[in-house]
């Protein structure tokens, strides 16, 4: 059991602990007071304004983490379960506030949350006690899309990826470490507020997936250029920018795979946390989307009665619903998988700690599609008011097209499980996209 913004009880089909259910109805009341407002007032700020010290954007990460919403994140408990759908739970919620602001307080978390999992003793406290005790300081991004690959270089492993030409940042080995020189796009979410990335880098020129090196770089060093932040048409809460390397030094300390046959793995890793994330964000953003549709439909009275008594209104209202309610199912299950899996000891060659790829990114690609359509929805049935900037469902349908492109267009990311799927439906364990060869990574 749930409950509306009015209080009025909601039955949820998938029950969750008391504990859980509380930590909602907190997460909920804070994105009603504090995102939803902070996320409308960002979406009129102009690109500059949205990163300067005083920005609403830095309340709102910084809220969320004297909360401790980033320790739920790194949280080892007994219960696997109950973690993951409280993690669930919170990503609706915040996404049900902000798509920006919930895709920021991912991505804020990303290099310390993998430093914390894969880094070692002098990492963990340089950077992930500091963090872990709420220092305001500390943001992450994650770079890894290109002006000239975007961000299939990552996604796409097919024998065509080969023919994309040398990555834009390259990493050569350096005493102690590595040395990075290059470029990621103006399209790295949180770039121009970040004080460190996960970046992936080629090294020595290959193309293969195995000759990519992943690390957490700190930005503000010497060598880190940041350009402006660009402006978007949606997800405008969370600041987008290019990011340029000159000679800029890593630690072996901050590596989180080195170019062999873990690489691979690490970043099927990388991509089931963010592809989980971003599903369980969606459904937020299609709940948000049906709720206010629905609350219009009761309310509009047009030919005398509530355009809810008209048929076709009845229908998209329950088309928006059953798939809201769907899609929620599947990215707290994908989810879930995700984090028993993360529990389990590590995997041999060809798996990546028995989770399954192909189901962490349809999670994603599902979600990201029902976001959409149930926001297009919600402008249709409002009408003239849901083009109106007045209205939040206008907001709403600008950041879900843009989810179709977030994190790797879906297209992509739905040819990258294709493939998985015809080299590996009928295991038992599920295997990394990247990872062993199969005769389809060759001829589809």
């Given at each position: 059991m749930t409950f509306a913004l009015d209080g009025a009880p909601i039955f949820e089909l998938q029950p969750v602990p008391e504990q859980t259910a509380l930590l909602r109805a907190e997460t909920r009341r804070f994105a009603l007071e504090v995102i939803r407002p902070a996320a409308q007032q960002l979406d009129q700020m102009s690109p500059a304004e949205r990163?300067?010290?005083?920005?609403p954007l830095f309340d709102v990460l910084g809220q969320l983490k004297?909360?401790?919403y980033h320790r739920l994140f790194v949280a080892a408990g007994a219960d696997i379960q109950a973690t993951a759908a409280a993690q669930a739970v919170v990503l609706?919620?915040?996404g049900w506030g902000s798509l920006g602001l919930a895709t920021a307080f991912v991505v804020d978390m990303l290099p310390f949350r993998l430093l914390h999992r894969m880094g070692g003793d002098a990492a963990h406290r340089e950077l992930v006690v500091p963090w872990l005790d709420n220092q305001q300081e500390l943001h992450g991004c994650w770079a890894v899309t290109e002006a000239l690959h975007g961000s299939d270089a990552l996604s796409l492993?097919?024998?065509a990826s080969g023919g994309f030409g040398p990555g834009?940042?390259?990493?050569?080995?350096?005493?102690?470490?590595?040395?990075?020189?290059g470029r990621k796009s103006a399209w790295v979410s949180s770039a121009p507020i970040a004080t460190h990335a996960v970046v992936r880098a080629q090294v020595g020129g290959a193309s293969s997936p195995r000759s990519t090196l992943l690390a957490?770089?700190?930005?503000?060093?010497?060598?880190?250029r940041r350009g402006p932040p660009v402006d978007m048409l949606g997800a405008r809460e969370d600041p987008q920018g290019e990011l340029v390397f000159e000679r800029v030094q890593v630690p072996a300390s901050r590596v989180l795979a080195a170019p062999g046959p873990a690489t691979v793995a690490v970043e099927d890793q990388v991509?089931?946390?963010l592809s989980t994330a971003l599903a369980n964000i969606a459904v937020g953003l299609?709940?948000?989307?049906?709720?206010?549709?629905?609350?219009?439909?009761?309310?509009r009275v047009q030919g005398g009665v509530p355009i809810a008594a008209h048929k076709n209104i009845q229908l998209t209202l329950y088309s928006m619903f059953e798939k809201t309610e769907t899609a929620r199912v599947y990215a707290r299950a994908a989810l879930t998988h995700l984090a028993q899996a993360a529990a389990q000891p590590e995997a041999g060659e060809g798996e990546v700690g028995g989770a399954s790829a192909r189901h962490t990114r349809t999670a994603q690609i599902y979600a990201k599609r029902i976001a959409f359509e149930v926001a297009s929805d919600a402008v249709q049935v409002l009408g003239a008011q849901g083009l109106s900037r007045d209205q939040p469902v206008e907001k709403w349908f600008r950041d879900a097209r843009s989810l179709l492109i977030q994190d790797g267009t879906v297209e992509v990311l739905a040819l990258e499980a294709a493939r998985d799927i015809l080299a590996g439906y009928e295991h038992d364990t599920p295997r990394s996209s990247g990872r062993g060869p199969n005769r389809w990574s060759r001829t589809w």
């Open positions: 990163i300067r010290p005083q920005s004297s909360l401790g609706e919620e915040l492993r097919d024998a834009e940042l390259q990493a050569e080995p350096a005493p102690g470490g590595w040395t990075l020189r957490v770089v700190d930005l503000d060093q010497l060598g880190v991509l089931g946390i299609a709940r948000a989307s049906f709720e206010a549709a629905l609350h219009h439909a009761r309310s």
